[in-house]
């Protein structure tokens, strides 16, 4: 595929970013949000489910050989190119006001992000990547941080609940030093560590829509993402956990998850 293919996938895919950057904005101090709860105790809004059908329509309209797996909806037909999104990544806090939500959109041909958009409709700030080209926030090059885990600040993912659950780990990598601190949205993390404002991310859940833009993003700012275990994974399916990091500390958060175990951490329920 060549370079002018890629670039307009990515003026496709900034170009619905913004426009589900819209509807976020009009629904965020909406008195009613029309906030449901699925299955998994998650939760769902109207502006969650108008931006996932938002995308599968544009993705049908322009890119008709390609699917879409959504996190609301999916219409892909195990077809090996999909656009993996994340209609609102930190639906909680955007159903109380918490301006952390973050829309998610990658390109991913078996199971590889090769084009990927971030989207802070609250800062208007776009974060965007090709593989192997760089990645960027409003055309400004994004490079992580050379922090090591003594000046390390880590963000956590979830609420009380989770974070208390996993207590040992957290304890474990608070007495390296590092500053670990709960903060809202997983993609927002996610660019904060593409920034070089934060250090690193731990994510114990599955969701590959939740990590595969994020996983082209900070690894084109030369960051290290992985599955929990240090590895590779492919972000169209259930994932394996997530370590998103600087690579400066990336093997020192591994062998803390390892150390507290994998299972264990992994098997925290998502709240």
Not at 231 to 250: C, M, T
């Amino acid at each position: 595929m060549t370079d002018t293919t890629y670039d307009d996938m990515l003026a496709f895919a900034s170009a619905v970013a913004r426009d589900a950057g819209e509807i976020m904005r009009r629904y965020f101090h909406n008195i009613d949000q029309h906030v449901t709860r699925k299955k998994d105790t998650t939760l769902v809004t109207v502006a969650d489910t108008s931006i996932n059908k938002m995308v599968i329509q544009r993705v049908a309209q322009t890119y008709p050989q390609h699917g879409v797996l959504g996190e609301e909806a999916s219409s892909h037909d195990g077809r090996r190119e999909l656009w993996v999104c994340d209609p609102i990544d930190g639906t909680n806090g955007f159903t109380i006001g918490e301006p952390t939500a973050v829309f998610s959109l990658a390109y991913v041909v078996d199971g590889v992000p090769t084009v990927a958009v971030t989207y802070d409709p609250f800062q208007d700030r776009l974060y965007s990547a090709i593989k192997g080209r760089g990645a960027y926030c409003n055309g400004v090059l994004l490079q992580v941080s050379d922090c090591d885990l003594g000046e390390a600040v880590l963000g956590l993912s979830g609420g009380y609940q989770a974070v208390s659950g996993n207590i040992g780990l957290y304890d474990q990598l608070a007495a390296t030093g590092a500053d670990l601190r709960m903060m809202g949205g997983l993609v927002f993390k996610g660019n904060l560590v593409a920034e070089g404002k934060i250090t690193g991310v731990l994510y114990p859940y599955t969701a590959a829509h939740d990590i595969a833009a994020i996983k082209l993003i900070v690894e084109e700012a030369d960051g290290i993402v992985t599955d929990i275990d240090g590895n590779d994974q492919r972000y169209d399916q259930a994932l394996r956990g997530a370590i998103i990091s600087n690579g400066v500390i990336h093997r020192q958060l591994v062998e803390a998850v390892a150390h507290y175990g994998v299972a264990r951490y992994r098997g925290y329920p998502q709240n």
